[in-house]
């Protein structure tokens, strides 16, 4: 039986990544990693210290030595910057179009490569991202691809953006997810794709639960391999 796998989760935004792997890691007793946490940091900060999202120079240079660490929390895992939580701070609208244009740098995409492969390297996790099962991870044990119609998608990305007092409208929240799809999957470096050996399971008419069950069930068949 295989012990200690490395899981990939890809898909777009609002397809129910980020839930579906935190529980799935949860019930195996695994490390959960958001890498595009990552990217949404490096957003971040390039929002708040002016750095172009063309400045692959000042970019990298963000990447640098960044003082984060992942903080487990009843509610969930909380992201520090030094001393500062960035957890919510990371999910504005205005950052996640920043993280979708600086994923696009090539200098970006190669130094968090670098740290993603470090946090992962010993196996025991689930990577959920977009570039995982395709770049950072193409000989990972289990590959998914979680995806949902994009009505769907962006129903629950508003949802999410209300719950964390984001004021944003349904329609600028499609709009923002269509636009941020598009340069995703048309990027020259790792574009959004489906890995050729993924599993893909479409969550649109499926409550977290049931994803969280079928995700079980094709891990179980691997260990058991």
Not at 100 to 109: C, E, G
């Amino acid at each position: 039986m295989k012990t200690a796998l490395v899981i990939a989760i890809d898909g777009p935004s609002g397809a129910g990544k980020s839930s579906s792997s935190r529980q799935l890691a949860e019930r195996l007793g695994y490390r959960y990693i958001d890498t595009g946490a990552l990217y949404r940091i490096i957003g971040l900060l390039a929002w708040e210290r002016h750095v172009s999202t063309d400045d692959s120079e000042g970019l990298a240079v963000l990447c640098r030595d960044l003082p984060l660490r992942f903080v487990s929390d009843p509610s969930g895992a909380r992201i520090l910057l030094g001393e500062r939580d960035i957890t919510t701070a990371i999910r504005q609208p205005e950052v996640s179009q920043m993280a979708s244009k600086v994923s696009a740098q090539p200098a970006v995409r190669q130094a968090l490569l670098i740290l993603q492969r470090q946090m992962g390297q010993d196996g025991g996790v689930v990577l959920e991202g977009r570039d995982i099962g395709t770049v950072v991870f193409p000989d990972a044990d289990v590959k998914f691809f979680l995806d949902a119609s994009p009505e769907e998608r962006g129903r629950r990305r508003h949802d999410e953006l209300q719950q964390q007092g984001v004021t944003t409208t349904l329609e600028a929240t499609l709009r923002e997810m269509a636009e941020r799809d598009q340069r995703d999957s048309e990027r020259a470096h790792a574009p959004l794709r489906r890995a050729e050996d993924a599993i893909v399971v479409d969550s649109t008419t499926l409550a977290l639960e049931e994803v969280v069950s079928l995700l079980l069930q094709h891990v179980a068949a691997v260990r058991k391999c």
